[in-house]
């Protein structure tokens, strides 16, 4: 049995994400975007200090938007509320 529920929107907090882009943190941003129907993400911010990690040169989050892109059509259409995802990247500024 299966019933859909026509609730009203609930609410979407607002989020910025920050990040160094180390293995466990591209791995943490892969999962949030299983969740963007929940959230209301403003923007990822990649950054690092002068003490910590700051980067290969290899690993982007280049790596990261292709996946989004690719599982993301599918969840836009199965999923209320899921951000129906860039293509062309239009949205992603630097």
């Not at 591209?26 to 910590?52: A, K, P, R, W």
């Amino acid at each position: 049995m299966c019933m859909e529920c026509k609730a009203k929107p609930k609410y979407k907090p607002r989020t910025i994400i920050t990040t160094d882009l180390e293995c466990d943190d591209m791995n943490s941003l892969i999962h949030l975007c299983l969740f963007l129907n929940e959230i209301d993400l403003i923007g990822v911010v990649y950054t690092s200090s002068q003490y910590h990690f700051n980067g290969d040169g290899v690993h982007t989050l280049g790596e990261v938007t292709p996946n989004y892109r690719c599982q993301g059509e599918a969840a836009y259409k199965t999923h209320i509320g899921y951000p129906h995802p860039d293509p062309e990247a239009k949205n992603l500024k630097s």
